[in-house]
């Protein structure tokens, strides 16, 4: 089974350049994720989605813009790359609708660097 | 104070030996707690939920105190492939920004290192 599948898994960015990051689950799930993961930080989230439709802000959402396509695939958007978003990005889905109280599965990551 | 600490380590630990984490928490009313494994330069996985009553899954051992807002997760007969980073997770509850799904808050993670 493929899960939670990411691409691309690695991206060397300029900055100022644009990039789409493509995420897609097969698991059926209602809700979907976007963290970052930088060293001595721990995993943030981005933004995620609770549902077909609807998206919403998490911890650190500027300089990101995200689209849930349709209930497999959930994209995140850097319009404007900055070296501060050198970091390796996560996606995760989850049956949700219950609080949280549903793990989340995550992909195996896009390491991208912002030169 | 931060929503979800862990010791960061590393812990080194002997093959066959017994060792424990202890994770606590702010959000008094967090409602979801997990343990996660990373492995270096990979995804986090989850190892396992914790639940009011602890839990265990085969070596590992999971519980947790609302009191005093620590969960433990304490690995017995440890093996060589149990080193990895361990991540401690929390659902705040009340989710963000008041929508729907909750993400998840993520301790920074306890670095076991199990040696021959």
């Known amino acids: 089974n493929a899960g939670v599948t990411q691409t691309p898994k690695f991206q060397v960015l300029k900055t100022g350049q644009s990039m789409t990051l493509q995420c897609a689950q097969d698991m059926n799930h209602n809700s979907m994720y976007w963290y970052r993961q930088d060293p001595g930080m721990g995993l943030r989230l981005i933004y995620y989605?609770?549902?077909?439709?609807?998206?919403d802000k998490g911890e650190v959402p500027n300089g990101y813009n995200v689209s849930r396509l349709n209930k497999r695939e959930f994209s995140l958007r850097l319009e404007s790359a900055a070296p501060s978003q050198t970091s390796v990005y996560f996606c995760a889905s989850s049956e949700a609708g219950h609080r949280g109280n549903q793990p989340q599965h995550f992909g195996d990551g896009t390491r991208l660097s912002i030169l | 104070r931060k929503e979800v600490e862990q010791d960061p380590g590393p812990f080194n630990v002997p093959e066959g030996a017994t060792v424990a984490f202890n994770c606590t928490y702010s959000n008094s009313a967090s409602q979801s707690f997990f343990w996660y494994r990373q492995d270096c330069r990979k995804e986090p996985k989850l190892l396992m939920s914790?639940?009011?009553s602890g839990n265990e899954d085969g070596r590992f051992t999971a519980q947790l105190n609302r009191a005093s807002q620590y969960i433990s997760l304490l690995i017995r007969d440890s093996k060589l492939s149990d080193s990895a980073t361990y991540l401690c997770?929390?659902?705040?509850?009340?989710?963000?920004?008041?929508?729907?799904?909750?993400?998840?808050?993520f301790g920074k993670g306890t670095h076991l290192i199990i040696q021959p």
């Open positions: 914790v639940y009011s």
């Open positions: 997770v929390v659902n705040p509850g009340g989710g963000y920004s008041g929508g729907g799904a909750d993400g998840l808050t």
């Open positions: 989605s609770a549902s077909e439709g609807t998206t």
